[in-house]
């Protein structure tokens, strides 16, 4: 009687129509005692136990079709809630082969939510959605195409792909739309399987249906971000389907709010400020349809604004206009008047791509800007940060920089904290009114965010301490130098300072601690003993310290002055002596070396001050050729240069076709595609310096072989590193002050002073900056009122036009031609070494490795890159021969027509269109004739009925109205 | 409740939290994540959104990306979306969704939603593929009447089993 009862439940509620039909009551208890548990623990016990019972019964033999539908509902509703369920994936792969639609579309949608596109068990679907795709049944096909959307990889493309192709001419425009989508996915994963089909995107443009059109300008934007230029014919299509748009020639099915079809709108907006970026031509068939869409701008809905703000986008990124820029401006102050948060956001983003034209827009609204950076909406807050950034000149550096250090401060979160700190030092890097203000800031935000921080940005500081303003006078430099000395030893009160920041201390104390005589090298030791054990160090700080006190004791020898060693600082190194890392170890024995040392000798391994200085690396290793000549004399074979061993290899490969045929093998999962340039050539070297492969038994010749590559492939390039790349190796190994020291002593002789200057390119350019900006910076007025004073330091004074944009870009370029000199100076003061010089655009590592290395290789490792290409290129070409009969073939004729089906004046697509219209009429009437028999539109009784059936549930809704959207949706 | 969805590397993700208790009703991810990222994510944003007033602006920068939400009644709707989406197009995307959930369902409660997360399922793959907007019109719901009309079918054959039964039983 029980078990009736239970059923007669399941009946009424089924019969209660939209309600949740057709799920069993063990199913609604689960949900309900979700939606009532107090507590995650609870709710994750519920679910634990859920799941335990679901392994058990899935694993039962014939569970009903149906019961098993509803088993996998709930496996989705256990993953959802964030726990493993992956025993019943299978179970989900399963049910995709069943015939009837629920259940397969339960089935699909079960793996689409539990797998990933790299799981093992995608395998066994392709072969089911490769059957769904040749289904009479249109709903089937948009299953199988939804589904294929999700799970297809890169390398399962190819099983499904003429398939989905073939489903672009399919009748119905669902199952078009869903392929173009699916074709889209598939260009997103892997370009290179569909670039062939890029025309038939061009051909659904024009579809009658204006769903499938919409679709289609997603992949579209995609290909058109890629590569503007050869889809510049389109723009006039694309500002006729605009303007068709805009005049609601769309059926009414699309609108939106009043709105006619806005997403589309919005979409074609996007599209055409990409074509009309930088084209004067193309933008000029934009401006008339632009220009009417400002006009006609609807700004009380929030459709209408979005619509207006992508107006702006593309007006801030085509070919200028002043009067659309006007009208761009203009809607612009209305979002910043805006009351409502959301425009006002909008308002700071678009002021943000319009100043980049013109940056006198801002100052109209400057104190619309200063009310977003004091609102309490964090959110807003950040977007006029990212403004102020955008608008940073060397006028108003201070005055932002501060604002963004004190905001940063009062933040926790992590992410935005390293994001708003970088470009904190970014600005001051580029603007810095002086030295003494950069190092006082760059001090703030070490001590507030110091292990966020790049460490490159720790060298730059160091590097600056060390130069002052290179070509000024000894004077000023020197008083930079005691004035961070003093700030650090203030600083070095403070508990908990970062790492990165403490290494920059130590090195500053011991480089330029007892330079001006104010601090005795005892107090200076002591403090640097401190630092070590105030604060919990890592060994970086420690080498630094310990480092430290080596130059200060070395210092003291060279002046002839006796160094006490402080009981302190003996436990430190005798402490570090026992250290389990080498490097400090060595450090301390050195330390404890150099003392012994007598005062010429001290002098030669440590003078003074001498961390700017240049040391040449011989890259040739000339200094080895003696070695090399008597080797070669005792029967050593000599050195094969790369160019010369291709034939050798070609032959070496000969010997071992395992090696290819597994190459060349098609299914290959595990794709180790090294570094192409530097690894090639490395292989061949190795396979014909080791030929212990071929004493292997021939089965297992290529798995040997292969892993015994990986492990030479290292070790050779090490040895042959020289050859290979020593700029490119350089940069990753970490270097620390200490070694290149001793490396300068020994190539001091030949590095004069007199490079210094020229040298250190970044300093020299970024003082000239700062000397400008010293000006301008008297220019600026004082105003009364606060916020006036807060507005004019951010917008007035914009006399000077130091923009960012060209500054950088100006630096950029003086540095490298600064660097270019600068090879050429070295090679001038000495000319014995730049003969041995091979690669003269390879920059003698800078001696303390300050961050300067940045800007000489990224030029060295552009080239691989490029090399890369190279050898890509031609591949490429013939892969997409491969499909002659797709490619060239028939798709030559489907271009021509696409041109002539291609709108050249409103009037012939405006046939297409409304064409269009037309046959959606059809379908529209047809579509109310079937509405009023299942639409069940809001209606009172309708949810007192279903508040009723939450009570039958035992559900209390957490909202008090069950009508939830009503009042919102009106 | 909430609805999160998360639109990274040119898609969405979906996300539906429970305003009171920041419980998550449906997600749906168009990346790859682990169970245990997706925990974490939304740990992190149901703090951040949870925590918000009713007149901030409806998005919030999480981690490098943006999330805009928009709350309904008890539901928090959130879309983790790239940086230069346009954020007023996705509050609308959100809405286009709700109005098309309540059609659908005939004025939509928290409790539809909750028993039939599947059917949201559905409806939004018809709505959004790949994290892309697939289909602006209302007419996408002639589609998924045609889709449920065949799930209603099943219903019947259920409920005339079940009637069956109860008619054997009593006998």
Redesign the interface.
Known sequence: MEQLKTIGRELAMSSQGGGWAGQSKEFLDLVKSIGEARSKAEEDRIILREIESLRRRIAEPDVPRRRMKEYIIRLVYAEMLGHDASFGYIHAVKMTHDDSLPLKRTGYLAVTLFLSDDHDLIILIINTIQKDLRSDNYLIVCAALTAACKLINEETIPAVLPQVVDLLAHSKEAVRKKAVMALHRFYQRSPASVSHLVSNFRKRLCDNDPGVMGATLCPLFDLITEDVNSYKDLVISFVSILKQVAERRLPKTYDYHQMPAPFVQIKLLKILALLGSGDKQASGHIYNVLGDMFRKSETSSNIGNAVVYECICCVSSIYPNTKLLDAAVEATSKFLKSDSHNLKYMGIDALGRLIKINPDIAEEHQLAVIDCLEDPDDTLKRKTFELLYKMTKSTNVEVIVDRMIDYMISINDNHYKTEIASRCVELAEQFAPSNQWFIQTMNKVFEHAGDLVNIRVAHNLMRLIAEGFGEDDEGADSQLRSSAVDSYLRILGEPKLPSLFLQVICWVLGEYGTADGKYSAAYIIGKLCDVTEAHLCNDTVKAYAISAIMKICAFEIAAGRKVEMLPECQSFIDELSASHSTDLQQRAYELQALLCLDRQAVENVMPLDASCEDFEVDTNLSFLDGFVEQSIENGASPYIPESERAGMSSVNNFRSPYQQEASGHTLRFEAYELPKPSSIPVISQVSISAPTADLVPVPDMTYYRESDQASKISSVAEASSADIGIRLRLDGVQKKWGKPTYSSSSSSTTAEKATNGVTHVDGGVKSQSRDISHDSRRQQSEVSSEKQKLAASLFGASASKTEKKPASTHRVAKGNTANAERSGVTRAVSPEISKAKVAPSSPPPDLLDLGEPIMPTSTPTMDPFKELEGLIGPTLTPASLDNPATTSGPKAPDLMALYTDMPTGSSSSGVTLASGDAYSADKSSSLAKSVPTTKKGPNPQDSLQKDATARQVGVTPTGNNPNLFRDLLG | ?ALLLDRC??SYALLLL?C?QG??R???WYS?YS?KE??KA?RELSGVILSR?P???????W??RKVVYKR????YFCMCIDVDD????V???I??F??I????????????L?????KV??IL?EIL??G????????A???L????????E??KE??SL??S??AQ??K
Not at chain 2, 55 to 61: A, H, I, K, R, W
């Open positions: 409740m590397n040119d429970n009171r419980k998550v449906l997600t749906k790859t169970q997706r925990t939304i007033g007149e901030l602006c409806n998005f919030v920068d981690r490098g309904y009644a008890s539901i346009n954020e007023l197009e509050v609308q995307i809405h286009h709700v109005e959930l309540n059609i659908y369902f005939g004025s939509v409660c928290e409790l539809d909750i028993f039939n997360f599947h399922y559905y793959d593929i790949a892309e907007l697939q289909e602006s019109s209302k007419r719901v002639s589609r009447i045609d889709a449920q009309d065949s799930l209603v099943m219903a259920e409920a079940i009637r039964m109860i039983v009593t």
